[in-house]
């Protein structure tokens, strides 16, 4: 590990782990304290520079982060994950093995993605039907992404919609109502335009 990193309170480095230069493993998220939260991070874990991880992450095997990634407290990550450059991952999410997060993308709160699912740079998540609302943080929703799905880069995603196994988001629709399996949609409202058997490859 780089002695300009920081881990805080107990960390779990299984092994083979790299830290690059200016990262923080273990932060203390607001409304915690030190030694509270402990994080595992998997064997073969490569984190790159400029990098936080919160406290209370627990992260499967060969992980990998671009630089600058952002990933908030209590997640549950599966193994194969790559996250790209200044990514953000709020609290409570669950991913799954495999998945391949592109760079600039955000994933709020609540959001659940299954395993081998595929998410195009710059995709915005969202988890707050009404955000101006008082009781907004009470209602919160992420979507939730199928095995094997794939957003394409731009796209953005309501709150609690669902996109169906195997699907295809194209890039720059906003997803606005659940996606059944096997299907391609795209626009704004998104709207199925064909399904991934039609597809000529």
């Known amino acids: 590990m780089s ?8 960390v779990i480095l299984e092994a083979g ?10 932060a203390v ?22 990098t936080v991880i919160y406290a209370g992450n627990k992260i499967g095997r060969n992980f990998q982060t671009g630089n600058k990634v952002n990933i908030r407290e209590l997640n549950q990550i ?21 998945v391949r997060i592109h760079s600039q993308v955000f ?5 659940v993605l299954e395993d081998e699912a595929w998410v195009g740079p710059n995709v915005v998540f969202t988890n707050a039907r009404y955000p101006a ?9 992420g979507p939730v992404i199928r095995r094997k799905a794939r957003i394409g ?15 295809l988001v194209g890039a720059g629709s906003v ?15 998104a709207r199925v335009i064909k399904s991934i058997s039609e597809l000529p490859y």
Do not use: M, Q, W
């Open 3 to 10: 002695e300009t990193s920081k881990i805080l309170g107990p």
């Open 17 to 26: 782990v790299i830290i690059e230069d200016y990262c923080i493993i273990g």
């Open 29 to 50: 998220p607001r409304g915690s304290k030190l030694g509270v939260l402990t994080t595992v991070i998997g064997t073969g874990a490569y984190i790159r520079s400029h």
């Open 78 to 98: 599966g193994d194969d994950v790559s996250i790209g450059t200044l990514s953000v991952i709020e609290h409570h999410v669950t991913i799954g093995n495999g």
């Open 107 to 111: 994933i709020p709160e609540y959001t």
């Open 133 to 141: 609302s008082p009781d907004a943080k009470n209602h919160l929703k």
């Open 153 to 167: 880069a731009n796209a953005t995603i309501l709150p609690g919609v669902t996109i169906g196994e195997n699907s």
């Open 175 to 189: 997803v606005v109502h659940d996606v059944p399996p096997n299907t391609v949609v795209a626009g704004n409202p």
